[in-house]
């Protein structure tokens, strides 16, 4: 059974700030929400990751609500490098194997 | 910086023939897993090993058998293929121990004719 779930695509503008949505209200007290990304073809990227508060990093931040039930990423400047299916992940620890979702094709346009 | 080094990084075989797939982890990663990607698909996880034991099975054929070895390198054996085996295959590498992720190759393509 899927543990989150995500839009199918989404669109952003160049330039513009990227949010994506992620629900995971079955998420248990000790798994963290990991965000990954996979450029076509390309090896899946790891982005960020948090348990309860707000994380932020070079690449983006990730706000997860207070009930812990859903996330969002967002990529403050999104660039046409960012085009990309963008995974959340509920994961134990970091030790854990990663499963993989169906993501979301983010859109980046010019 | 190092990265997770997967060779070859394209291979063709015929069906029923043999391939084997390699991963060389980040230096100092005791973590191997390794994953299939088909065409259009999300990566499905197949197996891992930690400190050269295996320490997870997902969805991988008994046809296919991996090992790591004692430098932490690891290995993906597949055995008589199968056109439905063409797939992106991708290996990440992790320290249990420490504060690092899962970081990934780039992919080993096969190709089953």
């Known amino acids: 059974d899927a543990k989150t779930t995500q839009p199918t695509s989404m669109d952003c503008a160049e330039g513009r700030a990227a949010n994506l949505p992620c629900n995971h209200s079955t998420i248990s007290g000790n798994e963290y929400v990991y965000w990954y990304r996979q450029i076509h073809s390309q090896g899946p990227q790891y982005i960020i990751h948090g348990l309860k508060n707000n994380e932020t990093n070079e690449m983006a931040s990730l706000i997860i609500t207070e009930d812990r039930k859903s996330s969002t990423l967002i990529l403050p400047h999104a660039t046409l490098r960012d085009t990309a299916v963008y995974y959340c992940i509920v994961r134990v620890n970091r030790d854990d194997k990663i499963i993989f979702g169906k993501g979301t094709r983010l859109h980046i346009l010019p | 910086a190092a990265g997770v080094i997967q060779s070859p990084r394209h291979l063709i075989k015929e069906k029923r023939e043999t391939a084997t797939l390699k991963c060389y982890p980040i230096?100092?990663?005791?973590?191997v897993y390794w994953y299939q990607q088909g065409p259009g698909q999300d990566p499905q996880f197949l197996i891992s090993?930690?400190?050269?034991?295996?320490?997870d099975k997902g969805s991988i054929p008994d046809r296919f058998s991996a090992q790591q070895f004692s430098d932490y390198h690891s290995e993906l054996n597949m055995s008589s293929l199968e056109l439905g085996d063409s797939a992106l295959y991708f290996c990440?590498?992790?320290?249990?121990?420490?504060?690092?992720?899962?970081?990934f190759g780039q992919g080993t393509r096969l190709t089953v004719v």
């Open positions: 990440a590498s992790s320290l249990i121990q420490g504060r690092t992720e899962a970081f």
């Open positions: 090993f930690y400190e050269k034991m295996q320490s």
């Open positions: 230096p100092r990663h005791d973590t």
